[in-house]
């Protein structure tokens, strides 16, 4: 019997989560966490020691979903950080006009 293998994808931490899970949905990936390291918690009070935050992995059956699902996530959040600016503007606008009435 042959095992399947299985791949991971770390993403980088700044990504939003938003943006991950629609990609694990569109192409059928897990998502997961990485392990802390042995030193991020105190082990009498289990209190970080450190400002750590596990990064978010892709797992998967294949190497091309998963490059396709990077290319996925990297283009959405490259758009969604060109266009936050603008969108911050129009929410903004959006409750000024709400106060005004």
């Known amino acids: ?14 990504i939003a ?11 059928g990936l897990e ?15 289990d209190l970080p020691t450190k400002d750590y935050v596990p990064r978010v992995l892709l797992w998967g059956d294949s190497p091309e979903k998963l490059l396709e699902a990077k ?15 603008a969108r911050r503007k129009s929410r903004m606008e959006q409750i000024h006009r709400k106060f005004r009435k």
């Not at 019997?1 to 700044?14: F, H, Q, T």
């Not at 290319?71 to 600016?85: A, D, S, V």
């Open 1 to 14: 019997m042959e095992e399947k293998k299985r791949y991971a994808l770390p993403i980088p931490r700044a």
């Open 31 to 45: 998502v997961d966490q990485e392990k802390p390291p042995e030193d991020a918690f105190d082990p009498r009070t």
């Open 71 to 85: 290319e996925y996530i990297y283009t959405k959040h490259e758009k969604w950080i060109t266009n936050l600016e």
């Open 17 to 27: 989560t938003g943006i991950i899970f629609e990609a694990a949905e569109k192409f």
